[in-house]
């Protein structure tokens, strides 16, 4: 298999939740590419869980499962994109990375 095609697999593999965190810990030596998606996978991955936490305990299960479709919809998306080796930039999902990042460096 090319490099190319290993990397698009990674870039693409990212978007598997538990598959990101431990690329994230694990792997030493990662590209910006590379981190720019694993902080995509995780940012969708925390949101999901924060606002089906929240949905929950205002006992609207209805939506949690419209929020898990959702979830599993954009996530599709940009694991097809990396895999087809597209250009992915989610303005949103770069603040909120750099917020939960200042507030981790604190």
């Given at each position: ?24 810990f ?39 499962w419209l929020?898990?479709f ?12 990396a ?5 992915i930039?989610?303005e ?7 917020k ?5 460096d604190?």
């Amino acid at each position: 298999m090319s490099e190319i095609k290993k990397d698009n697999l990674k870039y693409a593999l990212a978007y598997i939740p538990l598959v990101a965190f431990f690329f994230y810990f694990a792997e030493e030596k990662k590209s910006e590419e590379f981190k720019k998606h694993l902080k995509y996978a995780m940012v969708l991955f925390l949101a999901y869980i924060v606002i089906s936490i929240i949905l929950r305990l205002i006992l609207l299960w209805w939506l949690v499962w419209l929020l898990l479709f959702a979830y599993l919809i954009v996530s599709a998306i940009l694991w097809y994109k990396a895999y087809n080796w597209e250009n992915i930039d989610v303005e949103i999902l770069d603040e909120i990375w750099d917020k939960i990042q200042e507030k981790i460096d604190k």
